[in-house]
C-alpha cells in the first residue's frame, strides 16, 4: 500500500546505524532527479550534489574533514587524536554505500545567499523524504567542516557552500521519533 505524504513525513527518521548493503545507482539518480523539484527563487537550481560512493572519494573527503579539524583547533592534532578524528568519520562516511555532499552557489549577496541555502535545504529534505519512500535512511550532517573554505578547494568545489553531508544507507530498525513540542508553543496569532 503506497503511503501517503503525510504519512512519509511523520514517519521518517533520520538513520544513524549504517548497513554496508549496496544500493543501485539508478535508485540514487531516481532520487535525485525527483528532489530537484524544490522550490527555488533564482533562475537556476543553486544546488550540486557531489555523489560518493567509491572507497577512495571517500577517504579524501575524510582526510579534508580531518584537515580542517585541525585548522580549527589551531594547532597540530595528536597522532592518537588524528586516528580518532579520521577513524569516526570513516564509519559515517566510508561504510554507506553513498555520501553526498550537497553544495550550493555563493555569490556574495546576503538574500541570494539565503535564498540558495534555503532552497538547497528543501532540496535536501525531498531526498530524505524520497529516499524514506524507497526504503532507505538518510543521515544529514553539519558539522563544522561545511564552514570551512579549505574543505571546499581541497575537494574541487570553489564557489559553493556545503550545506550538508548526507549518508545513504538500508536499515533494519526504525528509531523512535524525536518528541515534538506542542503547535501552542510556536504558533500564534500575529495580532
Not at 20 to 27: G, K, L, M, S, Y
Request: aromatic content about 6%.
Amino acid at each position: 500500500m503506497t503511503k501517503n505524504i503525510a504519512e512519509i513525513i511523520t514517519e521518517r527518521r533520520s538513520i544513524k546505524r549504517v548497513d554496508e548493503a549496496p544500493i543501485d545507482r539508478a535508485v540514487i539518480n531516481d532520487i535525485l532527479e525527483k528532489a530537484a523539484f524544490a522550490p527555488f527563487h533564482s533562475k537556476v537550481e543553486p544546488w550540486h550534489v557531489a555523489v560518493l560512493s567509491k572507497e577512495a572519494e571517500k577517504r579524501r573527503f575524510v582526510n579534508a574533514i580531518v584537515n580542517s579539524m585541525e585548522r580549527m583547533q589551531g594547532e597540530p592534532l595528536t597522532r592518537e587524536r588524528r586516528e580518532q578524528i579520521k577513524d569516526g568519520n570513516e564509519r559515517k562516511i566510508v561504510a554507506p554505500p553513498y555520501t553526498l555532499i550537497v553544495t550550493t552557489d555563493i555569490i556574495g549577496s546576503g538574500k541570494k545567499d539565503f535564498e540558495a541555502i534555503a532552497a538547497t535545504s528543501a532540496f535536501i529534505q525531498n531526498i530524505q523524504l524520497l529516499a524514506w519512500e524507497a526504503g532507505l535512511g538518510v543521515l544529514w550532517r553539519t558539522n563544522n567542516f561545511i564552514f570551512d573554505s579549505e574543505v571546499v578547494a581541497e575537494l574541487g568545489l570553489d564557489g559553493q557552500q556545503i550545506v550538508g553531508c548526507l549518508q545513504i544507507t538500508q536499515f533494519n530498525e526504525i528509531p523512535d521519533a524525536k518528541p515534538r513540542r506542542p503547535l501552542s508553543e510556536w504558533v500564534k496569532d500575529l495580532d
